[in-house]
């Protein structure tokens, strides 16, 4: 990670969580890191403990609606004026909602399309034209995935299908800048309590059922993808707790 230090780095979605975890590691690594979301009082509160931490890195919450194109647009602007640009952008925003396949509603399910893809495919291609103005030539786009039930998961089948084909595209810019796809199990955070928002009882349930990874687990991959060496491109790691592998 060394060559990480004082670099730039976006993580969607790094309010709690995942996100949170993961921001929290690359900071701790001495990044910059700037971590959006809707609401950024939960990432003002986390960039305090990392700065009472002493850790070498820094920060920056960044309010950022990724239903919004403009919203996305705005904050790459930013960081380019404040920061010159984005080294590493962690696509780790998604939300799911319970909303079946044969009686769904139709503006759900336009919702998870809106984050879980099309947000994605937004901060990769902004992410990726700030690497190439500045010539970075070592920079690495990754994207957290999952797989859980209904429509969701064809959103998330997306996002392995959309890795596949950056990598594919990056081959043929002749760039050395890399694209990874992480995808975790059940992992436990506040993500089925916001999934089964009605029926808090059901979203505990399912932690309690299953033997699950932690979001720092998460964190953990995103700093090993990180430390290979450059000539090494690692494409997709799955990862499941111990007891679930056979």
Same mark, same amino acid.
């Given at each position: 990670?060394?060559?990480?230090?004082?670099?730039?780095?976006?993580?969607?979605?790094?309010?709690?969580?995942?996100?949170?975890?993961?921001?929290?590691?690359?900071?701790?690594?001495?990044?910059?890191? %700037?971590?959006?979301?809707?609401?950024?009082?939960?990432?003002?509160?986390?960039?305090?403990?990392?700065?009472?931490?002493?850790?070498?890195?820094?920060?920056?919450? =960044?309010?950022?609606?990724?239903?919004?194109?403009?919203?996305?647009?705005?904050?790459?602007?930013?960081?380019? #004026?404040?920061?010159?640009?984005?080294?590493?952008?962690?696509?780790?925003?998604?939300?799911?909602?319970?909303?079946?396949?044969? #009686?769904?509603?139709?503006?759900?399910?336009?919702?998870?399309?809106?984050?879980? %893809?099309?947000?994605?495919?937004?901060?990769?291609?902004? +992410?990726?034209?700030?690497?190439?103005?500045?010539?970075?030539?070592?920079?690495?786009?990754?994207?957290?995935?999952?797989?859980?039930?209904?429509? =969701?998961?064809? #959103?998330?089948?997306?996002?392995?299908?959309?890795?596949?084909?950056?990598?594919?595209?990056?081959?043929?810019?002749?760039?050395?800048?890399?694209?990874?796809?992480?995808?975790?199990?059940?992992?436990?955070?506040?993500?089925?309590?916001?999934?089964?928002?009605?029926?808090?009882?059901?979203?505990?349930?399912?932690?309690?059922?299953?033997?699950?990874?932690? +979001?720092?687990?998460?964190?953990?991959?995103?700093? =090993?993808?990180?430390?290979?060496?450059?000539?090494?491109?690692?494409?997709?790691?799955?990862?499941?707790?111990?007891?679930?592998?056979?």
């Amino acid at each position: 990670m060394e060559r990480w230090k004082g670099r730039v780095a976006l993580v969607t979605g790094a309010s709690v969580g995942i996100g949170a975890a993961v921001a929290r590691a690359l900071v701790q690594h001495g990044m910059k890191v %700037v971590g959006c979301a809707r609401n950024v009082d939960k990432i003002e509160k986390l960039a305090a403990e990392c700065e009472s931490a002493g850790y070498s890195g820094i920060l920056i919450p =960044y309010k950022c609606d990724l239903c919004n194109e403009e919203e996305i647009l705005s904050m790459f602007s930013a960081i380019k #004026t404040l920061h010159q640009g984005v080294d590493v952008c962690v696509n780790n925003a998604g939300l799911a909602h319970n909303e079946p396949l044969l #009686t769904g509603n139709t503006h759900a399910w336009r919702n998870m399309i809106d984050v879980n %893809v099309l947000a994605l495919s937004i901060c990769t291609r902004e +992410a990726f034209q700030s690497m190439r103005e500045r010539n970075v030539d070592d920079g690495h786009i990754i994207n957290i995935n999952s797989a859980d039930e209904h429509f =969701y998961c064809a #959103t998330k089948f997306a996002v392995t299908a959309l890795t596949e084909g950056l990598r594919q595209e990056l081959r043929q810019a002749d760039t050395h800048i890399r694209a990874t796809c992480i995808s975790p199990g059940i992992v436990e955070t506040e993500f089925a309590f916001r999934h089964h928002n009605s029926d808090p009882e059901r979203a505990a349930a399912v932690y309690e059922s299953i033997k699950c990874l932690k +979001a720092e687990d998460v964190a953990s991959a995103v700093t =090993y993808v990180l430390s290979a060496p450059a000539h090494v491109q690692i494409g997709d790691i799955q990862m499941r707790p111990v007891e679930q592998v056979s």
